[in-house]
T-cell receptor, first 113, second 112 residues
Framework: KQEVTQIPAALSVPEGENLVLNCSFT??????LQWFRQDPGKGLTSLLL?????REQTSGRLNASLDKSSGRSTLYIAASQPGDSATYLC????????????FGKGTTLSVSS | DGGITQSPKYLFRKEGQNVTLSCEQN?????MYWYRQDPGQGLRLIYY???????QKGDIAEGYSVSREKKESFPLTVTSAQKNPTAFYLC???????????FGSGTRLTVV
């Protein structure tokens, strides 16, 4: 059964730092991997989607990489800002289209000014 | 704007009552999902549907029921058999294929 692990569980950094969030999964037969952001009490906002044939995706200060063979993904946040404070969730889908996402427990990020 | 609408935002249930959470999407997505989120537990799959009039149980389906009579709608009923229903419930949809998933803003259910 697929399991997704996110490390660290929590992270506190000063404004301006570059940081890396890690995600690992046990079964490499995934269809895609998606990173989400969740603010307290809110729904999930999609940040980046990496399809299984891709190695990385970029959006503004965010860059996500995928290494299917090793079961790892990283989310890189450049020049962090207090507005980046949130919980970041990694999720993978099964090897067929339309299968449900399986989530890690998230990394809670706090960026201080 | 296209998106997923969950209602109500907050819901209170008395012991022994059934309650229904609404999820509507206008994205023309084929697949829809229900997740439950508890502190420290991450998101857990309750039910999902890949096509109208068909749905499958997820990891924690006991005490819940769903229907998918229309492509746009996937309501979730929390029955009295669910012993610990207090949680944050999230609905999602996907067009299938190598595309991403879109989430609603959630419903917080509290047993009083």
């Amino acid at each position: 059964k697929q399991e997704v692990t996110q490390i660290p569980a929590a992270l506190s950094v000063p404004e301006g730092e570059n940081l890396v969030l890690n995600c690992s999964f046990t079964d490499s037969a995934i269809y895609n991997l998606q990173w989400f952001r969740q603010d307290p009490g809110k729904g999930l906002t999609s940040l980046l989607l990496i399809q299984s044939s891709q190695r990385e995706q970029t959006s503004g200060r965010l860059n996500a990489s995928l290494d299917k063979s090793s079961g790892r993904s990283t989310l890189y946040i450049a020049a962090s800002q207090p507005g980046d404070s949130a919980t970041y969730l990694c999720a993978v889908s099964g090897d067929q289209a339309g299968t449900a996402l399986i989530f890690g427990k998230g990394t809670t990020l706090s960026v201080s000014s | 704007d296209g998106g997923i609408t969950q209602s109500p935002k907050y819901l209170f249930r008395k012991e022994g009552q059934n309650v229904t959470l609404s999820c509507e999407q206008n994205l023309n997505h084929d697949a829809m999902y229900w997740y439950r989120q508890d502190p420290g537990q991450g998101l857990r799959l309750i039910y999902y549907s890949q096509i109208v009039n068909d749905f499958q149980k997820g990891d924690i389906a006991e005490g819940y029921s769903v229907s998918r009579e229309k492509k746009e709608s996937f309501p979730l009923t929390v029955t009295s058999a669910q012993k610990n229903p207090t949680a944050f419930y999230l609905c999602a949809s996907s067009p299938g294929g190598a595309y991403g998933y879109t989430f609603g803003s959630g419903t917080r259910l509290t047993v009083v």
